[in-house]
C-alpha cells in the first residue's frame, strides 16, 4: 500500500518543471529506484600451439572432463553505456512517467560489515544449540549465529592473497550442512548428497573464506584426511587420485564448493587450485585452457590474486618438462587474461611445477627454488623483511557499484526531458562564496571583536580573510541575477543546473527559482563543506556518490557552461571540460569565465600557455570572459550551435 501512495504521488506531480516550485526551505530528495545492468557477453579465447596427445590405450574411452570452453562472465562486466551527447535534449514528444520514490531502509547497524556465511541467520543459530524460536528471534542481530563463525577464526591458517579472512565451522551432521551451505541449483545435489553419504563421513570441517567485499566461497577441509575425498558428493575417481598425489606434497587442503558461475576444485596452502585429469586422446592445451577460466572466473568474482592448475596425466610415468613448457607458454603467447601463476603436473610418481617468471613465461621450478618454496611454507609466520612491501592494492581496491554508475548517468537526463526542459545552462563555483549581506556580517563581528588592524597575526589574518569574502561576495550576487536571467529568456524550457551546494550554486539555483524557472541541483555527498540548498525545483534535486558521474550529467546537454571564481573543484571541472573540448571528445559550447579578466590573468594567465607553446593560440577561443550576468548570457546565445 506504501509503494501504491508513493507511485500515486509521483505520477501526479509529473507538472513542467516550471510549474514545480517550492518554498525556500530545504526538502526531500527524491531517492532514483535501483536496477541491474545487462552484463555482456564474453569472447572465448583462442589458442595455438602444439598439443600433448596421449596415445589412446585399447578399449579406454576419453570422457569430457572439463566443462565448457565458454569462459564465465565476471559479475563486475558491465555492457558498454551509450555516449551521453553534450548537444541541447530534444523536446520529450512522448509522455514520459515521473520516477517513483521508494523509501530508504534505514542503515544496520551492522553496514558494511561482512555477513556470516549461511542460507540465513536463522539456520547458522542452529549449529549453537538454539530451538528454531530462540533462532528466529536471534536473526535480527545475527549476534549469536555470527559468533559460531568469527570466535572459531584460526590465527594462522593459510589465506588466498585477496582474501580477508576465513572462519573454521565443524559439522556434526547433515542438518548443520544443510544450514551452513547456501541453497542454489550448483549446491542442491552437493547437499543431498552429502546426507546420504554422512555415516561414512562423520564430521565436516568447513571454511569460510570472506573476500574484500564481504562476499564468502566455502571449501571442505580435507587436510589430514586423505580418504574423505572418497566419500564427498561431486568427487570423482580421478580426481580423488589426483587429490591423494597432491596431498602427498601439502599438508592443508581444501575442496570448494561449486558456487554460481565458474568454480575451482580446490585451496592448496592457500592457492585456490583447478583439477584436471588429462586422459588418452585429449589435449593438455584445452585442459589447460579450461584450468585457467576456472580460476580467472573465480578470482575476479572474489577479487583473489592468480591461482594454480594441478594437472595430471594419465598413463604418464615421467612428465615431459620441454613439452609440456612449450604447450604452458604457447598459450601465454595467445594473450588470454591468465588467472595461472603455476601449473602442477603429475605423471606416475613424478610431479614437476612450473611457475611463471618476472618475463611472464613459465619455467620449471628447480631444487634450489623448490627447497626455499618448502622451506618458506614450513616456517613460522614471521614479519617481512625490511626492504620493500608491495601493498596487495589492486585486490583490496573497492570497485563502483554499476548499478549505481548506470543510475547516476541516466536518470537524471531522463528526469529533465519528463519536467519539459530541452537544454541546461550549467554553473560552476566556489561552494564558500557568501551573500554579501552575511559577508558583511561577519566581518563587522570580528572587527567588532579585535579591531579593524590587530596586532596579533591570528587575528589580522581572520579580519582579512572577512574582508576578502566581502568582496567576493559580489560574484553571489551576479551569479543569483545570472539565474533569474536564464529563467526569465528560457520560457521554462532551459534550466538551470549547479552542483546543488552552497555559494554560488546556491545563488544560480536561487535565481532560477525566484524567478519561477527550473533548478537543478546536482549535489556530491561530502563528509564536509556541500549540502543540498534549498533551491531546486521538487524531482529536480539529485544526490550522487560520483564525481566522476556527477561530472557528466553536469555537462550533459549543456548549451554554455559558466565558471564563477572558485577553488580546486571549480578548476577541476574547467580544466576537464577544455581538455575535453580540444580533444574533439565534446561537442564545443560556449565557456565562460566570469569575473574581470584580470583576476582570471591572476589565478590563471591562459596567454602564458600559448607563449610557452603548451597550448595553441587558437586554444584562446574556445572560452569567454564577461564581468556581469548580461554578458554572460550574451556570451552563451551568441554561439549558434547554442541556441
Request: aromatic share 6%; glycine share 8%; proline share 8%.
Amino acid at each position: 500500500m506504501r509503494l501504491l501512495l508513493s507511485a500515486l504521488l509521483a505520477l501526479g506531480s509529473a507538472a513542467p518543471a516550471s510549474a514545480q516550485v517550492r518554498a525556500a526551505v530545504p526538502g526531500s530528495v527524491s531517492v532514483v529506484p535501483s536496477f541491474s545492468p545487462v552484463l555482456s557477453p564474453g569472447l572465448a579465447p583462442s589458442f595455438s600451439g602444439p598439443a600433448l596427445t596421449l596415445p589412446s590405450a585399447p578399449g579406454l574411452s576419453a570422457p569430457s572432463i572439463a566443462p565448457s570452453l565458454a569462459p564465465s562472465l565476471s559479475p563486475t562486466a558491465l555492457a558498454p553505456i551509450p555516449a551521453l551527447a553534450a548537444s541541447a535534449i530534444p523536446s520529450a514528444a512522448a509522455a514520459v512517467p515521473a520516477a517513483l520514490s521508494f523509501p530508504v531502509p534505514a542503515p544496520s547497524k551492522d553496514a558494511g560489515r561482512p555477513q556470516p556465511a549461511g542460507t540465513s541467520l536463522k539456520d547458522l543459530g542452529r549449529l549453537v544449540g538454539m530451538s528454531d524460536a530462540d533462532a528466529a528471534a536471534a536473526a535480527f542481530d545475527g549476534a549469536a549465529a555470527r559468533s559460531a563463525l568469527e570466535n572459531s577464526e584460526p590465527a594462522a591458517l593459510p589465506l588466498p592473497l585477496g582474501a580477508k579472512s576465513v572462519s573454521v565451522v565443524r559439522l556434526h551432521n547433515a542438518r548443520e550442512a544443510s544450514g551452513v551451505i547456501p541453497h542454489t541449483p550448483n549446491t542442491e545435489h552437493f547437499i543431498n548428497e552429502l546426507a546420504s553419504k554422512w555415516d561414512k563421513i562423520g564430521h565436516l570441517d568447513l571454511r569460510v573464506y570472506r573476500d574484500s567485499k564481504g562476499d564468502s566461497f566455502r571449501a571442505v577441509d580435507l587436510s589430514g584426511r586423505p580418504e574423505l575425498a572418497e566419500h564427498l558428493p561431486e568427487v570423482q575417481a580421478h580426481e580423488a587420485a589426483l587429490i591423494r598425489k597432491i596431498q602427498l606434497h601439502a599438508k592443508d587442503l581444501q575442496l570448494v564448493i561449486r558456487e554460481e558461475g565458474k568454480t575451482p576444485d580446490l585451496i592448496v596452502e592457500g592457492v585456490v587450485t583447478e583439477m584436471k585429469s588429462l586422459f588418452p586422446g585429449g589435449e593438455l592445451k584445452v585442459q589447460l585452457a579450461h584450468a585457467n577460466e576456472q580460476v580467472l572466473a573465480h578470482a575476479t568474482r572474489h577479487r583473489l590474486a592468480p591461482g594454480a592448475a594441478a594437472i595430471n596425466l594419465e598413463s604418464r610415468d615421467v612428465v615431459p618438462v620441454d613439452e609440456v613448457r612449450g604447450i604452458i607458454n604457447d598459450y601465454v603467447r595467445t594473450g588470454a587474461p591468465l588467472g595461472l601463476a603455476s601449473v602442477s603436473v603429475y605423471a606416475g610418481k613424478d610431479r614437476q611445477v612450473f611457475v611463471r617468471g618476472k618475463d611472464g613465461l613459465f619455467n620449471v621450478e628447480g631444487p634450489r627454488l623448490r627447497a626455499k618454496r618448502t622451506a618458506k611454507a614450513a616456517a613460522p609466520l614471521a614479519k617481512p623483511a625490511a626492504r620493500f612491501l608491495v601493498p596487495n592494492a589492486l585486490a583490496l581496491a573497492a570497485m563502483p557499484d554499476p548499478d549505481v554508475i548506470v543510475r547516476e548517468l541516466t536518470e537524471p537526463a531522463r528526469r529533465l526531458r519528463a519536467a519539459g526542459v530541452r537544454a541546461t545552462v550549467t554553473v560552476y563555483g566556489s561552494a564558500r562564496i557568501l551573500q554579501p549581506a552575511d559577508a558583511r556580517a561577519r566581518l563587522e563581528a570580528l572587527v567588532e571583536k579585535y579591531g579593524r588592524k590587530p596586532k596579533r597575526p591570528e587575528e589580522r589574518k581572520l579580519v582579512y580573510a572577512a574582508q576578502q569574502a566581502v568582496e567576493m561576495s559580489k560574484y553571489y550576487e551576479i551569479a543569483r541575477q545570472f539565474g533569474a536571467l536564464v529563467a526569465q529568456e528560457g520560457g521554462g524550457e532551459i534550466a538551470v543546473v549547479s552542483g546543488g551546494g552552497p555559494g554560488i550554486m546556491e545563488a544560480a539555483n536561487r535565481g532560477a527559482f525566484e524567478a519561477k524557472g527550473p533548478s537543478v541541483g546536482y549535489n556530491i555527498i561530502l563528509d564536509h563543506e556541500q549540502g543540498l540548498n534549498p533551491y531546486a525545483t521538487p524531482g529536480l534535486e539529485f544526490e550522487f556518490t560520483n564525481f566522476s558521474t556527477r561530472k557528466m550529467a553536469l555537462r550533459h546537454g549543456s548549451m554554455g557552461l559558466v565558471y564563477f571564481p572558485g577553488g580546486f573543484g571549480t578548476m577541476d571541472e574547467l580544466f576537464e571540460v577544455l581538455t575535453l573540448m580540444q580533444t574533439g571528445k565534446m561537442p564545443r559550447v560556449p565557456i565562460v569565465l566570469v569575473g574581470e579578466k584580470e583576476y582570471w590573468d591572476k589565478i590563471l594567465d591562459f596567454d602564458e600557455f600559448a607563449r610557452m607553446g603548451l597550448i595553441s593560440s587558437g586554444d584562446l577561443s574556445l572560452f569567454h570572459f564577461a564581468d556581469t550576468a548580461r554578458a554572460a548570457w550574451s556570451a552563451i546565445v551568441a554561439v549558434p550551435a547554442a541556441r
